[in-house]
């Protein structure tokens, strides 16, 4: 198994953490929906189009998959460019299944709610949260710092994934 070299590609990009996980062991609850549908102003964009896909349709294609990359940084940005390029790499390698998931910020505001819309397509990716998956529980479970955050000056942990194999 070569995926240790993911994890070594997180670590040079900039990750704090950086594990391969078993999906199985990824929490997954649908009430996720229920706070992207009432409470984000990003709801409806491209990377959260509930026209797409809704959580309860994409567990089950999530969990086709043995193995994740989970990613932990300081910075979303960061984070999600450490995803797009592990998937980027893994498929070259041979993975050809290898998707990421992440808050997409390829652009300040995204605008997008069609693919035609976006303005970085070969980059736009659903957010894990909105394809149903608990990121805090899901990060707690394997010994990993997450809070809701109260002010703007906290450090914020931001997480990725790379759904593998
Ligand atoms: S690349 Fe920009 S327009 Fe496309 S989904 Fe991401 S934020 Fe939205």
Redesign the pocket.
């Known amino acids: 198994m070569d995926m240790e070299r993911y994890v070594n590609l997180a670590y040079e990009m900039g990750a704090v953490d950086a594990l391969i996980v078993e999906v199985p062991e990824i929490v997954f609850d649908h009430r996720t929906y229920l706070k992207c549908a009432w409470g984000c102003p990003e709801f409806g964009?491209?990377?959260c189009s509930p026209d797409l896909i809704k959580p309860w349709e994409a567990e089950p294609l999530l969990r086709r998959y043995r193995l994740a990359l989970l990613i932990h940084t300081h910075r979303k940005e960061l984070a999600n460019e450490i995803a797009w390029e592990v998937e980027r790499r893994a498929f070259l390698d041979g993975h050809y299944w290898a998707f990421a998931l992440y808050d997409?910020?390829?652009?300040d505001?995204?605008?997008?709610s069609s693919r035609q819309?976006?303005?970085?397509?070969e980059?736009?990716?659903p957010g894990e949260d909105f394809l149903g998956i608990d990121v805090y529980a899901t990060v707690r479970k394997f010994g990993l710092p997450i809070e809701v955050l109260t002010h703007k000056e906290q450090r914020q942990d931001r997480y990725a994934f790379v759904f593998l194999e």
């Open positions: 964009q491209l990377k997409c910020h390829g652009c505001v995204c605008a997008a819309d976006c303005a970085n397509p980059k736009a990716r």
